[in-house]
C-alpha cells in the first residue's frame, strides 16, 4: 500500500502540475499532523475531532447547475470578489488607480521559502518598493497578504515559512476528495489570516493598490481571478471566511489535497463551485493570457514588473532511480520548469513592449541542500536563509529570462 500510494501521489502531483519539492516524497515520508485526540478528562467542549472521528463518509450529492449559472455566478453579498482569468475587460476594471511596480508570485509549495527570505532580505536592504499590484498563485496567494502590506508583515511572511512542517499543511490518510487530509493547512491558514490583516489590506484597497489570487474552477475548467483587497474592504464575517477559502483554494493540489466548495448564486440560485489550486493553469499570473501573446499591441500599465519564481529554472543533474515515483517526479519537474520558462518569456516580450523594465528571480541555482520530504523544516529554513542573503546584498533578480541553453544567468542588484 505504501509504494501505491507513492505512485498515486505522483500521479496527482503530475496532473496538477505541482511543485518539484512536492515530488521529493510521497505525503507519507513526512512527518505529517498527529491524529486528533480527546483529552484523557473526558472534555469533548474545546477538542477537535480525531480525523478517524470525522466524516468520512461519500461526499453529498453536489447542487445541479448549468454552465449559463456558472457565467454569471456571483459571491452573495460580495459581488465584486472576483473575474474570469480570461476576461480582458475586467482586468481592465480593477487595475490599479496609480502607476506604480507590479510583482507575480509563483506556485512552488516549500520552495516559497526562497522568496520569503527574498522579499525579507529585500526590505532589510533599504531598496524593496511598495507595489502597485500583487498576484499570487498557490504558495505565491499564502505569501502575497503579506508582500502587499510591505516590510511591517515580514515577521510573520518569515514564521510561514520557516517555522512550520508537514503536520502544519496536511494529515495522512486520504479522504473520498484526496489522497491526505489538509484540515491543518486549513487551520494554519485561519490563525494567520485575522480580521486585523484583512483590516490593513482593505486600507491598502482603498488607496488604489490591488492584491489578486489565482484559482481553478475545476467545474468550469476555467481559472478565476480573486480581487482580495475587494473581499477585504467588505470587512465582516463573510468577507474573512471567503478570504481564508480562497488561499485555501489556491494552494490545494487537486487530487492531493481536497478541492475547496464555495458558495455562489445566480438567478436566485444557490450553489457550490468546486476550486482548487491555481498553479493547474499557471506558474504566475500577471495578465489574461490574450494580453500578453506576441500578436497583442497590449501595454501593461506598470513601472516595472517583477516576477519571483518559487523553484529552480535551471537544471539539476542527477543520476535518476528505476522506480515510477523518482521517474514521474522528475518529468514532472522537467515539465514546471519547460511551463514556467513559456510564462516568463511572454510576460518578458510584454514587459519589452510596454517599455518597462523587467526582473526576475528564481531559487539560486547554486542551492544544492536537498529536501528530506514534504515541508521539510531545516530544508525550508536554509532556503529562507540563502533568499534572505541575496535580497538583501541585491543578488536577486536578473533582467531577461535565462538563456535557451538554460545556463543559470547572471544576477543583477535589485533596483
Do not use: C
Request: net charge neutral; aromatic share 8%; proline share 7%.
Amino acid at each position: 500500500m505504501l509504494a501505491l500510494g507513492r505512485i498515486l501521489t505522483s500521479i496527482a502531483l503530475s496532473v496538477a502540475l505541482a511543485s518539484p519539492a512536492l515530488m521529493a516524497a510521497s505525503p507519507l515520508d513526512a512527518q505529517p499532523a498527529p491524529r486528533k485526540q480527546v483529552p484523557a478528562s473526558g472534555n469533548k467542549q474545546n477538542a477537535a475531532p480525531s480525523r478517524k472521528d470525522a466524516d468520512r463518509k461519500q461526499p453529498p450529492a453536489r447542487t445541479p447547475f448549468t454552465a449559463a449559472e456558472e457565467e454569471v455566478a456571483v459571491v452573495p453579498g460580495i459581488p465584486d470578489a472576483r473575474f474570469w482569468a480570461d476576461s480582458e475587460q475586467d482586468f481592465a476594471k480593477v487595475l490599479p488607480s496609480q502607476p506604480g511596480p507590479w510583482i507575480a508570485l509563483s506556485a512552488g509549495g516549500s520552495d516559497g521559502a526562497y522568496g520569503a527570505g527574498l522579499l525579507a532580505g529585500w526590505s532589510a536592504s533599504g531598496n524593496r518598493p511598495d507595489f502597485a499590484l500583487v498576484t499570487g498563485v498557490s504558495s505565491g496567494a499564502l505569501m502575497a497578504p503579506y508582500v502587499f502590506l510591505g516590510s511591517r508583515y515580514d515577521d510573520q511572511l518569515r514564521e510561514s515559512y520557516s517555522s512550520i512542517g508537514a503536520g502544519d499543511v496536511f494529515e495522512a490518510g486520504g479522504t473520498p476528495e484526496s489522497l491526505v487530509d489538509t484540515w491543518p493547512l486549513k487551520e494554519t491558514i485561519a490563525k494567520r489570516v485575522t480580521p486585523k490583516l484583512l483590516e490593513d489590506i482593505a486600507a491598502e484597497h482603498q488607496k488604489g493598490r490591488r492584491l489578486l489570487v489565482l484559482t481553478t474552477n475545476l467545474d468550469a475548467e476555467r481559472f478565476v481571478v480573486w480581487n482580495m483587497g475587494a473581499i477585504a474592504a467588505h470587512r465582516d464575517e463573510n468577507a474573512l471566511k471567503l478570504f481564508r477559502e480562497v488561499l485555501l483554494a489556491s494552494s490545494s493540489v487537486p487530487g492531493m489535497f481536497q478541492p475547496t466548495f464555495i458558495t455562489v448564486e445566480a438567478n436566485g440560485r444557490r450553489f457550490q463551485e468546486m476550486h482548487a489550486d491555481g498553479g493547474v493553469g499557471a506558474q504566475f499570473f500577471v495578465a489574461p493570457e490574450a494580453l500578453l501573446i506576441s500578436g497583442s499591441d497590449y501595454k501593461l500599465p506598470a513601472t516595472q514588473i517583477y516576477v519571483l519564481v518559487n523553484g529552480k529554472l535551471t537544471p539539476d543533474f542527477a543520476v535518476n532511480d528505476r522506480t515510477t515515483v523518482a521517474i514521474l517526479g522528475r518529468s514532472v519537474s522537467v515539465a514546471i520548469k519547460a511551463a514556467a520558462r513559456t510564462g516568463i518569456d511572454r510576460v518578458y516580450v510584454a514587459a519589452k513592449r510596454s517599455g518597462i523594465p523587467f526582473k526576475l528571480a528564481y531559487v539560486d541555482p547554486n542551492f544544492t541542500q536537498q529536501s528530506k520530504g514534504l515541508f521539510d523544516r531545516d530544508y525550508m529554513q536554509a532556503l529562507y536563509k540563502r533568499g534572505f542573503e541575496n535580497g538583501k546584498n541585491g543578488n536577486s533578480f536578473v533582467e531577461q529570462p535565462p538563456e535557451l541553453s538554460n545556463k543559470p544567468a547572471t544576477a543583477a542588484a535589485v533596483q
